[in-house]
């Protein structure tokens, strides 16, 4: 049997921190490594190929840690790649260990959420243009009516810690607004990118307490634990002592100055070259 390993999570930059943190309160026990592609973010306007290639290379980069298991805690590269890696790459290089992302498991509740039915998402152009969740919201809820909207300024709003300053405001009003425009029905709405979180309280507040949004670190941890139930041989390759370590494509302080805001803790990263890791296919 393979050696158990941490947790692998990944994200193009500082979002998939929100998710690692709703991760480890949901899943205490186990180990976990984050990688964050904070050199070459970001994916969200990039192309299906390119964030494709990015994502494996980060996904062979965990593998090569010892990761059995990686969650890609990112919206666009779950779009874009996931599939692809999923039936084209882990048969070859990887057939035991397993990557899932966090759309679907946003979608399976997406029924729950919304009372109208009636539902919008919030995303970044990449994640808005795949129609990746209108697609697999229509496999569990063909009932519900999707809207969706790309706030490409959102995410660098909060990467600068400007998404609570009142020049903010304008951008979230712009989106919401449109989104409401396209289906004034609307009563819940998916944060369909892991930095959202963060603008959330002032979302509701815009919203004057109309409309709940739905933030997916939560509905990704109570996933995750239903999935580790259900597979004991996957979760028994995931390590458990309780660590948490994280990687960066970029500079490590940097990283560390800016990860407080979204994981809520002060963190240590060390740097990695994507370059100089090798991964071998199992065997």
């Known amino acids: 049997m393979k050696k158990a390993g941490p947790i692998g999570v990944f994200d193009s930059g500082y979002g998939g921190l929100t998710v690692l943190k709703a991760l480890t309160t949901q899943l205490p026990a186990y180990d976990y490594l984050y990688l964050g592609d904070n050199a070459r973010v970001p994916y969200g306007t990039r192309s299906f190929e390119t964030v494709y290639q990015y994502t494996l290379e980060c996904v062979e980069a965990l593998f090569a840690q010892g990761c059995q298991l990686v ?9 874009k790649a996931l599939r692809s890696i999923q039936q084209n790459d ?17 979608t399976e509740e997406a029924g729950l959420l919304t009372k109208s039915g009636h539902l919008g998402v919030l995303g970044t152009s990449g994640t808005v243009l795949s ?30 810690n400007e998404h609570l300053g009142p020049g903010a405001d304008y951008f979230l009003a712009k989106h919401l607004e449109a989104l409401l425009q396209k289906d004034p029905a609307i009563d819940a709405v998916i944060l369909g990118c892991t930095h959202y979180p963060l603008l959330q309280s002032r979302l509701e507040e815009l919203s004057k307490g109309k409309i709940k949004f739905i933030a997916q670190g939560a509905l990704v941890a109570k996933k995750l634990e239903l999935y580790l139930r259900r597979h004991p041989e996957i979760a028994a390759l995931c390590s458990k002592s309780g660590s948490r370590s994280f990687l960066t494509t970029d500079d490590a302080r940097i990283f560390e100055e800016k990860a407080r805001l979204f994981y ?18 199992d065997a």
């Open 264 to 281: 809520g803790e002060t963190v240590v990263a060390r740097h990695i070259d994507l370059s100089s890791i090798s991964f071998s296919p």
């Open 131 to 160: 129609n990746s969740y209108p697609i697999e919201i229509a496999k569990f809820y063909p009932e519900l009516t999707v809207s969706q909207e790309a706030c490409p300024m959102w995410v660098p709003l909060v990467e600068n």
């Open 90 to 106: 882990l048969p070859k290089i990887a057939p035991q260990r397993r990557v899932l992302g966090v759309i679907r498991p946003t």
């Open 71 to 79: 969650i890609l805690a990112c919206n666009t590269a779950s779009a």
